[in-house]
Nanobody, 120 residues
Framework: VQLVESGGGVVQAGGSLRLSCAAS????????MGWFRQAPGREREFVAS??????YYADSVRGRFTISRDNAENTVYLAMNRLKDEEAAVYYC????????????????WGQGTQVTVST
Protein backbone atom coordinates (compact mmCIF):
# COMPACT_ATOMS: atom_id res chain seq x y z
CA VAL A 1 0.00 0.00 0.00
CA GLN A 2 1.25 3.44 -0.88
CA LEU A 3 -0.21 6.81 0.02
CA VAL A 4 1.32 9.87 -1.62
CA GLU A 5 0.32 13.35 -0.52
CA SER A 6 0.71 16.45 -2.64
CA GLY A 7 -0.48 20.02 -2.77
CA GLY A 8 1.33 21.45 0.20
CA GLY A 9 3.10 24.77 0.00
CA VAL A 10 3.18 28.29 1.31
CA VAL A 11 -0.05 30.19 1.76
CA GLN A 12 -0.89 33.42 3.48
CA ALA A 13 -3.02 33.36 6.61
CA GLY A 14 -6.62 33.46 5.52
CA GLY A 15 -5.82 31.76 2.26
CA SER A 16 -6.75 28.40 0.80
CA LEU A 17 -4.99 25.25 -0.24
CA ARG A 18 -6.09 21.84 -1.48
CA LEU A 19 -4.19 18.71 -0.58
CA SER A 20 -4.41 15.43 -2.47
CA CYS A 21 -3.54 11.90 -1.46
CA ALA A 22 -3.18 9.27 -4.15
CA ALA A 23 -3.59 5.71 -2.91
CA SER A 24 -2.41 2.48 -4.51
CA UNK A 25 -2.24 -1.15 -3.52
CA UNK A 26 -5.58 -1.24 -1.75
CA UNK A 27 -9.27 -1.48 -2.59
CA UNK A 28 -9.64 2.23 -2.10
CA UNK A 29 -13.41 2.56 -1.93
CA UNK A 30 -13.56 0.15 1.02
CA UNK A 31 -11.17 2.19 3.16
CA UNK A 32 -11.75 4.97 5.60
CA MET A 33 -9.39 7.79 4.69
CA GLY A 34 -8.16 10.39 7.11
CA TRP A 35 -6.06 13.51 7.28
CA PHE A 36 -3.86 14.33 10.25
CA ARG A 37 -1.32 17.03 10.89
CA GLN A 38 1.71 17.54 13.06
CA ALA A 39 3.47 20.79 13.81
CA PRO A 40 6.99 20.95 15.27
CA GLY A 41 6.97 20.22 18.98
CA ARG A 42 3.32 19.20 18.95
CA GLU A 43 1.53 15.89 18.88
CA ARG A 44 -0.10 14.63 15.75
CA GLU A 45 -3.72 15.68 15.59
CA PHE A 46 -6.75 14.53 13.69
CA VAL A 47 -8.13 16.82 11.00
CA ALA A 48 -10.80 14.96 9.03
CA SER A 49 -11.95 11.53 7.94
CA UNK A 50 -14.23 10.08 5.29
CA UNK A 51 -15.90 6.67 4.86
CA UNK A 52 -17.96 6.28 1.72
CA UNK A 53 -19.51 9.79 1.72
CA UNK A 54 -19.75 10.14 5.49
CA UNK A 55 -17.39 12.77 6.85
CA TYR A 56 -16.08 13.66 10.27
CA TYR A 57 -14.09 16.76 11.24
CA ALA A 58 -12.10 18.06 14.14
CA ASP A 59 -13.98 20.91 15.78
CA SER A 60 -11.15 23.28 14.98
CA VAL A 61 -11.56 22.86 11.21
CA ARG A 62 -15.27 22.18 10.79
CA GLY A 63 -16.78 24.72 8.44
CA ARG A 64 -13.42 25.69 6.92
CA PHE A 65 -12.00 22.39 5.69
CA THR A 66 -13.68 19.87 3.39
CA ILE A 67 -12.61 16.28 2.91
CA SER A 68 -13.73 14.47 -0.21
CA ARG A 69 -12.79 11.42 -2.23
CA ASP A 70 -12.79 10.23 -5.81
CA ASN A 71 -13.00 6.45 -5.77
CA ALA A 72 -12.43 6.26 -9.53
CA GLU A 73 -9.12 8.06 -9.08
CA ASN A 74 -8.20 6.44 -5.73
CA THR A 75 -7.66 9.89 -4.33
CA VAL A 76 -8.75 11.73 -1.23
CA TYR A 77 -8.68 15.51 -0.99
CA LEU A 78 -8.58 18.10 1.76
CA ALA A 79 -9.71 21.57 0.79
CA MET A 80 -8.58 24.06 3.40
CA ASN A 81 -9.99 27.56 3.59
CA ARG A 82 -9.29 30.50 5.90
CA LEU A 83 -6.06 28.93 7.04
CA LYS A 84 -4.63 30.12 10.32
CA ASP A 85 -0.96 30.52 11.07
CA GLU A 86 -1.16 27.91 13.81
CA GLU A 87 -2.27 25.36 11.20
CA ALA A 88 1.15 25.24 9.62
CA ALA A 89 2.21 21.61 9.86
CA VAL A 90 3.06 18.49 7.97
CA TYR A 91 -0.23 17.04 6.79
CA TYR A 92 -0.50 13.27 6.56
CA CYS A 93 -2.94 11.03 4.76
CA UNK A 94 -3.91 7.73 6.37
CA UNK A 95 -6.06 4.70 5.57
CA UNK A 96 -7.90 2.11 7.60
CA UNK A 97 -10.27 -0.73 6.81
CA UNK A 98 -12.13 0.09 9.98
CA UNK A 99 -14.93 2.57 10.58
CA UNK A 100 -14.56 6.31 10.43
CA UNK A 101 -12.40 7.43 13.33
CA UNK A 102 -10.27 10.28 14.65
CA UNK A 103 -7.84 7.92 16.40
CA UNK A 104 -4.55 7.78 14.59
CA UNK A 105 -3.58 4.43 16.05
CA UNK A 106 -6.49 2.82 14.23
CA UNK A 107 -5.10 3.75 10.83
CA UNK A 108 -3.02 1.04 9.20
CA UNK A 109 -1.29 2.97 6.44
CA TRP A 110 0.29 6.40 6.34
CA GLY A 111 1.79 8.65 3.72
CA GLN A 112 5.04 10.58 4.06
CA GLY A 113 3.28 13.91 4.52
CA THR A 114 3.19 17.24 2.76
CA GLN A 115 4.31 20.51 4.34
CA VAL A 116 1.86 23.37 4.71
CA THR A 117 3.40 26.69 5.66
CA VAL A 118 1.15 29.58 6.63
CA SER A 119 2.71 33.00 6.40
CA THR A 120 1.48 36.06 8.30
Amino acid sequence: VQLVESGGGVVQAGGSLRLSCAASGLTFKQYTMGWFRQAPGREREFVASIKWQVTYYADSVRGRFTISRDNAENTVYLAMNRLKDEEAAVYYCAATQGPITSTGAQYEYWGQGTQVTVST
